[in-house]
């Protein structure tokens, strides 16, 4: 139990346990909880495989969209060292190999 701050009422923080995290339906006592991912609760495994269906696909999605960040950052890099040396034509630009001992 906690006490409020500044005055006398007493409440109690919901326990992580009533509540299947998916469709909210409150988890019942000597029936099974479906968990996943450390505590989170499921009242079936039906909403357990949709949350964890539902966790895949956004992964996949972070995973292209990184992907398609760091290739357009690759093309803009190169864009910009490709159109930096044709506007300044009065830089000069050396290669070859540098050996040090």
């Known amino acids: ?10 409440y ?9 995290f998916l469709c909210h339906k409150p988890l019942r006592p000597n029936t099974d909880i479906f968990m996943y991912r450390g505590n989170t ?3 079936s495994k039906e909403c357990r495989e949709e949350q964890i269906e539902m966790d895949e696909a956004k992964e996949k ?15 803009t890099n190169t864009n910009s060292s490709s159109s930096s ?10 290669t070859g190999t540098l050996v040090v001992a």
Not at 12 to 20: G, T, V, Y
Request: with cysteine; proline share 6%.
């Open 85 to 94: 040396s044709s506007s300044s034509p009065n830089k000069t630009v050396r």
């Open 61 to 75: 999605s972070w995973k292209r969209a990184s992907k398609r960040s760091v290739r357009q950052s690759d093309q």
């Open 1 to 10: 139990m906690f006490y409020c701050g500044g005055c006398e009422d007493q």
């Open 41 to 43: 609760p499921f009242c």
């Open 12 to 20: 109690e923080e919901p326990h992580f346990l009533e509540a299947c």
